[in-house]
């Protein structure tokens, strides 16, 4: 009868762990001496400008970013540091270009002050040339900018923004992602679910300057993803890969995880998997049945 819930348990737990990972497509972790190394797959990250690796201090930008990650062993020692607008990084493969799916990033910026560019956390977006290479942007509005959302309302600082654009990508679609609001040197966890066809999408925060502090959501409609095959590379820490210089990250980014499927809550990098909790579960399972045998 032991062996027969073991087993039962254990198959649960793996079933769980199967579905959790299966939507990941990519996971950019920064911790080894390649920055650009993809964790579960093959979408390696190439470097442009100036790009370093980053150390986790105790205290100050990155001290919060979750070590070990949520639910796992798993240490969290590096980050990226793209400088002040110094660089960004890029991948071009078909796996990461997608009209449907969910980025997840831990980011940290020191000052949101600009008088003429918004800092951009990643994109897959063309500033000039072929307006189908423009499906998606997040960035933060920077304090000296005015931009205005689809409604033609000035955006308000550290307000975090979304760019899309209409079926064929010859307009685009900027949206504020509700009351989500970006303050410079705080360490943050930050979401963006789209569902390509349907236009909805929800965007996710949580400053993790106290354990206290809840994750916030907003979600929007309206926000379509061309449908057009979009052959722009995904860039991280930037809004164009080719263009567009100046509207970069300025500051720190981790963990940035790029799923293949809208995640709910639950699902986040932020919190604990059902997997992980499954596994604690049976673990604890083993030790109740280990001292019932004895």
Not at 12 to 21: E, H, P
Not at 23 to 39: K, N, P, V
Not at 91 to 110: G, M, R
Not at 130 to 149: E, F, H, L, N
Request: hydrophobic share 35%; aromatic share 6%; charged share 15%.
């Amino acid at each position: 009868m032991q062996r027969l819930i073991l087993c039962a348990c254990a198959a649960a737990g793996l079933a769980i762990a199967s579905q959790s990972s299966a939507s990941t497509i990519a996971y950019w972790r920064f911790e080894g001496a390649s920055l650009g190394t993809d964790s579960v797959g093959s979408n390696t990250l190439s470097t442009v400008g100036t790009v370093s690796q980053y150390t986790l201090p105790g205290s100050g930008a990155g001290s919060k970013f979750p070590d070990p990650l949520p639910g796992t062993a798993t240490a969290n020692d590096k980050a990226v540091d793209v400088g002040t607008r110094a660089g960004h990084l890029t991948v071009d493969t078909a796996t990461t270009k997608l009209s449907t799916f969910t980025f997840e990033a831990l980011v940290n910026i020191p000052d949101t002050t600009s008088t003429s560019y918004n800092f951009y956390i990643a994109s897959q977006w063309e500033s000039s040339g072929v307006d189908s290479d423009r499906r998606w942007a997040i960035g933060v509005k920077a304090s000296g900018t005015t931009t205005k959302d689809k409604n033609n309302v000035v955006i308000s600082t550290g307000k975090l923004l979304l760019l899309t654009s209409n079926a064929t990508g010859t307009t685009t679609i900027v949206t504020q992602l509700g009351g989500l609001t970006i303050s410079s040197a705080t360490d943050y966890y930050v979401g963006l679910a789209i569902d390509g066809s349907s236009g909805n999408a929800t965007a996710y925060l949580k400053d993790l300057s106290s354990s206290s502090n809840l994750l916030q959501s907003a979600s929007v409609t309206g926000v379509p993803i061309t449908s057009t095959a979009a052959t722009e590379a995904m860039a991280i820490g930037k809004l164009s890969p080719k263009n567009e210089a100046n509207n970069r990250w300025y500051g720190y980014i981790d963990e940035v995880r790029l799923s293949n499927t809208v995640l709910n809550s639950s699902q986040l990098l932020i919190v604990p998997e059902p997997a992980s909790s499954a596994i604690g579960a049976l673990g604890a399972g083993l030790l109740l049945l280990r001292r019932r045998a004895r």
